[in-house]
């Protein structure tokens, strides 16, 4: 398994459409079969709280 540590900006960026549904669904495979873990990171949830 990988692990992977994806940046706030990530997140705006599949939310307004800058990433394409292809990633979006390799990555979603990716986490099902247990091949990739996103660790969320303390940024993550200060930026998504607007701290």
Known sequence: ??????????YNDIECGA????????LQAALK???LAVR???VDFEESLGI
């Open 33 to 35: 079969s247990g091949d």
């Open 19 to 26: 990433v394409s549904t292809d990633d979006i669904d390799a």
């Open 40 to 42: 969320a990171g303390l």
């Open 1 to 10: 398994m990988t692990d992977a540590y994806l940046d706030a900006n990530v």
